[in-house]
């Protein structure tokens, strides 16, 4: 993280150090602006095609393809006697003598079928054989259940509506089909007639054939589309059903006519059975093309009105969605795809308006296969479709103002080299020139940034909220939890909202009071004009951080382009090290000044006094007085003079672990521990403590330097044995914890309060000077005992209490 950003260089509300994003909001809105026209503009075009049909072929064909692709089987009380090619072989050429089709009837109702609807146009008497029509008629009558057709033809303005003979005595239904502009036949009408169509309609064939045998039922009650269309010529038709087609043409059982004239077939295979008679043979009958129709085979009339039978029978002729909702699916669909184009990449907004164009025709087709309803999706697919390229030739027009405009404004920069003016109007050509541009200010901002780096201090740049914007890496350094997440989300991570410069302030000061007052004053006077500014020391303040770390907080104002002030640039110092070399300068003033001086300054009195008496004795002649002086004296001397070595002993050994250079080596702690033990056995039996050693019995092995550590455990050592009382023991002890090396020294000396024990480690500190029998010290050994535990990446620390003994512990790292 060489150049920490701690913030993005565009933030949320589009202003940076230059000030207001004005330019951008304007630009925001003329986005937002052209969008609205252009969704407004393909949803009005929307609309007309719906309105004009010029979506309709590709909506029927994609009917057709769901109607393909959703076949189910034909029900079984459904059977066509077919008048097909054999039957015309045997018995002769059509139109057949009404006596045959009599004889066709009588067989068929000998099975007792539910009804018999008959595709035969029996509107006109038959002039060569009129007995025949009688015949028919005794053979309807008998059958009792025969349903024959109503045809409606164009004549003239008008319609002519073609009944059955009146004397044939049966139940009609009209049989006209509705085909569709592209001349296939989709959908039938369950009324149709002259106006006024509820005196004079007449119901479908099929529908007549539903409800046949069964209890009366209305034909509202069908499910159909409440359609209702009136012709010029006074034609009205209602009630339009969807075929939801079963199959390919032969998908029905079917019987050949001469299968049944001849006696071949069983009548009782008609039994409780829907029968329906049609010509199905080559050359003549209806036929017309279908939605499941297959190499340019048409489908019989008498096969569609078997289709129509079975989707009134089961209820699920398909019928089209209301109005309202196909508008409000259309424009939902338009507006999505207007959505993802204004708010995605244009390869997202690809991808997007893809799945939408899936989604729409897979909707369409699932809608009509599982709940038998037509949604039209060509007028949905149509707006989605249109609005991309059109939205993309608008943004491109738009980025080659935008890129025009900020080539302009950047070669009128300050401090940029001049750049050879972009020639062309074409995106490549404006991208070039933008590249080039953008090459000369990576190379500034790389400076910039290199020079934000190689500042000696720790800096961060804030906006007027007091939101850091930049950091360089040492900033990072003193509040890495505060800044680490902000620069992880600048380089594109997910992490928290950047931080406020209180959020910094507060991670490096325990007690951030003073440096937010600072931060306070700065933030008043450059920013808050309508306030009273605060004073603001020109040389900044010095603040505590955490571990005893000392800091120096700078701030001044960072100014923008207009002049005004637009953030604030602040610094953090690090000025521990200077505070501890004084504070070194002045414990090694005083140490030189009083305690390397007082002990030099007895031995001199004592050797003064030892001269006096000397001249005292020679003139009186008292040797033995004498001699018994000397002694005393010398031992004095030599007390101080080992005082003296000690004191120079310790201060040179915590000046050593305190330095740089030390060289680890491998040891092992066991035997460490019986050196430094070693050396106090002396005072250990002068004074009559009994020393003990716990040692473990595997080697505990660690980097460390022998000679300091030794030194260390030595003093932990003689401090206990100098404060325990006679005959009570001091325990040495090496332990291994977890990750850990444990030394333990425990004595049962008097023990140390607790309000004592925080200044126990600092330099010249001595609890119990001036006790009676408090042993001498210089207040070093414990301060070379945490110096030495530091060094190696450890610490030392007591537990203890008042007249309780004492238990110091070196705690030292595993690995």
Not at 231 to 253: H, L, S
Not at 276 to 299: H, K, N, Q, Y
Not at 489 to 514: D, H, M, N, Q
């Amino acid at each position: 993280m060489g150049w920490a950003a701690v913030a993005a260089s565009g933030s949320a509300d589009g202003e940076g150090l230059a000030g207001p994003a004005g330019p951008g909001r304007a630009f925001g809105r003329r986005t937002l602006i052209e969008w609205c026209l252009l969704a407004a503009a393909v949803l009005a075009l929307v609309a007309l095609a719906a309105r004009q049909g010029w979506t309709e072929r590709a909506d029927l064909a994609a009917y057709d393809i769901a109607i393909g692709a959703q076949h189910h089987p034909a029900r079984d009380d459904i059977v066509i006697v077919a008048i097909d090619d054999a039957s015309i072989t045997a018995i002769g050429r059509w139109p057949w003598r009404r006596a045959v089709l009599a004889q066709l009837v009588e067989r068929i109702a000998a099975g007792r079928p539910r009804v018999i609807g008959v595709d035969v146009i029996l509107s006109e008497r038959d002039t060569r054989y009129p007995q025949d029509d009688a015949v028919l008629a005794r053979s309807l009558a008998q059958a009792g259940n025969v349903v024959l057709p109503v045809v409606a033809e164009h004549a003239g303005t008008g319609m002519l509506v073609r009944y059955p003979l009146a004397g044939l005595g049966a139940a009609v239904g009209h049989i006209n089909m509705v085909v569709d502009t592209d001349g296939v036949a989709r959908q039938v009408y369950l009324r149709e007639g002259p106006q006024p169509l509820a005196a004079t309609g007449v119901p479908h064939l099929a529908a007549v054939m539903a409800e046949f045998g069964r209890a009366p039922r209305p034909l509202d009650s069908y499910r159909q589309e409440r359609a209702h269309i009136t012709e010029g010529n006074g034609w009205e038709r209602r009630g339009r059903v969807r075929i939801p087609y079963a199959g390919a043409p032969g998908t029905f059982a079917r019987v050949s006519a001469r299968d049944v004239l001849e006696g071949r077939a069983d009548p009782a295979r008609f039994a409780g059975k829907a029968v329906l008679i049609g010509a199905m043979a080559t050359g003549m009958g209806d036929v017309l093309p279908t939605p499941v129709s297959r190499d340019g085979r048409g489908m019989t009339g008498v096969e569609i009105l078997a289709n129509t039978l079975q989707a009134l029978t089961d209820g699920d002729a398909i019928v089209a969605v209301p109005r309202g909702w196909q508008a409000a699916g259309t424009l939902l669909a338009v507006l999505l795809a207007a959505l993802a184009a204004l708010r995605l990449p244009p390869r997202g907004a690809l991808v997007a308006t893809g799945l939408l164009l899936a989604a729409l025709l897979g909707g369409s087709l699932a809608l009509l296969a599982l709940a038998r309803l037509w949604f039209a999706p060509a007028t949905a697919v149509l707006g989605c479709v249109l609005f991309y390229p059109l939205w993309s030739w608008l943004r491109q027009e738009a980025a080659l103002r935008f890129l025009s405009d900020e080539l302009a404004r950047l070669e009128r920069e300050p401090g940029l080299m001049p750049a050879p003016r972009h020639t062309g109007a074409t995106l490549d050509s404006r991208m070039r020139a933008v590249y080039g541009m953008s090459a000369r200010l990576r190379g500034m901002r790389r400076f910039l940034s290199d020079g934000l780096e190689s500042l000696p201090d720790a800096t961060a740049i804030c906006d007027l909220d007091g939101g850091v914007m930049l950091a360089n890496r040492r900033c990072v350094a003193l509040a890495p939890a505060v800044l680490d997440g902000a620069a992880a989300a600048a380089s594109g991570g997910t992490a928290a909202p950047r931080p406020a410069i209180r959020a910094v302030i507060e991670a490096l000061f325990p007690a951030p009071a003073p440096a937010l007052a600072y931060w306070h004053a700065l933030h008043d006077r450059h920013a808050r004009a309508h306030t009273a500014p605060q004073p603001v020391p020109e040389g900044g303040i010095e603040v505590a951080g955490r571990g005893d770390r000392r800091y120096l907080l700078h701030g001044a104002p960072l100014h923008g382009e207009t002049g005004a002030v637009a953030g604030l640039i602040v610094s953090v110092t690090d000025i521990t090290a200077i505070r501890v070399a004084e504070r070194q300068r002045e414990q090694m003033l005083r140490f030189l000044s009083h305690d390397m001086r007082s002990p030099q300054a007895s031995i001199l009195a004592l050797i003064e006094l030892h001269e006096r008496r000397g001249r005292s004795d020679a003139n009186g002649g008292q040797p033995g007085i004498a001699a018994a002086a000397d002694g005393s004296v010398l031992s004095r001397i030599a007390a101080h003079a080992r005082r003296t070595m000690t004191l120079a002993d310790d201060f040179i050994s915590v000046a050593r672990a305190e330095s740089q250079s030390l060289a680890f080596m491998e040891v092992e702690l066991g035997s460490l521990v019986l050196d430094a033990t070693d050396q106090l056995w002396a005072l250990a039996n002068a004074r009559h403590v009994p020393l003990q050693v716990d040692l473990p019995d595997d080697p505990l092995v660690m980097q460390g330097e022998p000679a300091l550590l030794v030194r260390a455990i030595a003093n932990l050592v003689s401090n206990a044995i100098k404060f325990s009382p006679k005959g009570q023991p001091v325990t040495v002890s090496l332990a291994r914890e977890p990750g850990h090396f444990v030394i333990a020294v425990q004595d049962h000396g008097p023990g140390i309060a607790q309000a004592d024990q925080a200044r126990l480690f600092e330099p010249f500190a001595r609890l119990h000077e001036g006790q009676q029998g408090a042993p001498n010290g210089a207040g070093l050994g414990l301060v070379l005992v945490r110096a030495v535990a530091e060094r190696h990446g450890g610490k030392a620390g007591v537990q203890s209490a008042a007249g309780a003994g004492a238990v110091f512990r070196i705690v030292l790292p595993a690995a």
